[in-house]
């Protein structure tokens, strides 16, 4: 799993999840580095990063035995 960050839906960056990813602030962490990193970008008042998590296990999307 990563978190990737998006800027005007071009991709910037991913950072690969540690197996820890639910403790507290973790996620917050690293997408305060991203921007801390990215922040010339962010400089625009109008740029609105986005951040998602790729590849989350779920499941729905294991099938039932039954």
């Not at 990563?2 to 960056?13: A, Q, T, V």
């Not at 820890?20 to 990215?38: M, W």
């Amino acid at each position: 799993m990563k978190l990737i960050m998006f800027l005007d839906n071009n991709l910037i960056d991913s950072v690969p999840l540690q197996e820890d990813f639910a403790a507290p602030g973790y996620i917050q962490n690293l997408v305060e580095q991203l921007r801390e990193k990215y922040h010339y970008l962010l400089d625009d008042p109008n740029a609105k990063p986005e951040f998602f998590i790729e590849n989350v296990p779920s499941s729905m999307n294991h099938s039932k035995k039954g």
